[in-house]
């Protein structure tokens, strides 16, 4: 990245360096509210939902927080002419950046889930998926993630080899199967919904079942944040890797003066994601506006 960064005029440095900076930062800030909310309230954190939503905003935290930090570091050091970025550093940060992506994409099937069974099976849901088993279906998708992120740090070309085809496969099947539970959630939604104004069924339950419509629109925003940061920087690269001709010259330059851009965009989901649970869930912006007053009241106690 630093030899292709090199061609970037002093002002795109800067204005990269800039971009992935407030992006960290956003990232950093927006995904602790969340994980603080959830930790310092204790009636959330009996919500099964709640459990999949926490572990999605911290490996959102981690991703943002160091990679965003990474790029950043990147940007500076070309725009100094500084020295070439330690190789431990990098494989370092290579393998923690695939980590966090397996393991983003590990939680939300996970997350997916868990809104598939309380839209299909209402009734059934604690049975099917007590909290108590979703923390431990959450720790083992922490533990895969370092797992299949192993390839990615052995400096190896039959290990890169396996740790590209681990990524490529994880992303295609994870977008595959949380696109067919979300067209089947809407399309079982949709059915409850005239189901639930035929019978006219008591307020309590229309208001459950309510809440289970607004996880799954939950769900599907995150899903097309996925897809919106994911699919840009998986097209480049299938096209830098393509591009192997003398005659695919121009082409491949191109792709490389914008391959750091995507880079920023791929991170740039952990930084957007709060904002998706946040405009969601009306719930966890009271508790928020809570935990905020806590704060306050907190800080002018220290001072007074």
């Not at 419509?213 to 998986?234: E, Q, S």
Request: aromatic share 14%; proline share 3%; charged share 15%.
């Amino acid at each position: 990245m630093l030899s292709e960064m090199k061609a970037f005029s002093p002002g795109l440095l800067v204005a990269f360096s800039i971009v992935n900076l407030f992006l960290g930062v956003a990232s950093f800030a927006g995904n602790a509210l969340v994980i603080l909310t959830i930790i310092f309230f204790s009636e959330l954190r009996q919500i099964t939902t709640n459990i999949g939503l926490a572990s999605l905003a911290t490996v959102s935290l981690f991703h943002g927080t160091i990679l965003n930090s990474f790029l950043f570091a990147v940007g500076v050091n070309t725009l100094l002419d500084g020295c070439p970025i330690f190789r431990s550093t990098r494989f370092a940060v290579f393998y923690l950046s695939h980590t966090f992506i397996f393991n983003s994409l590990f939680n939300l099937c996970i997350v997916t889930t868990e809104r598939y069974i309380a839209v299909a099976f209402p009734l059934r849901y604690l049975t099917i998926l007590p909290k108590e088993r979703m923390v431990k279906v959450v720790r083992t998708a922490w533990l895969a993630s370092f797992l299949v992120s192993v390839p990615n740090g052995i400096d190896k070309p039959a290990s890169q080899t396996t740790g590209k085809l681990l990524w490529f496969l994880t992303i295609s099947l994870t977008l595959a199967f949380t696109s067919y539970c979300n067209i089947k959630m809407f399309v079982i939604s949709r059915r409850h919904k005239r189901q639930v104004k035929t019978q006219l069924e008591a307020v309590q339950q229309i208001a459950v079942k309510q809440q289970s419509f607004r996880g799954a629109g939950t769900v599907f925003c995150v899903l097309v944040t996925v897809v919106t940061c994911y699919v840009p920087a998986i097209l480049v690269r299938l096209g830098i890797t393509s591009t192997t001709t003398p005659t695919d010259k121009n082409k491949l330059d191109t792709v490389a003066l914008i391959q750091p851009w995507t880079s920023t965009f791929y991170v740039m989901y952990s930084a957007l994601s709060p904002f998706v649970y946040f405009f969601r869930c009306k719930r966890l912006r009271q508790y928020s506006r809570k935990l905020f007053t806590k704060a306050l009241r907190f800080i002018r106690a220290s001072f007074l």
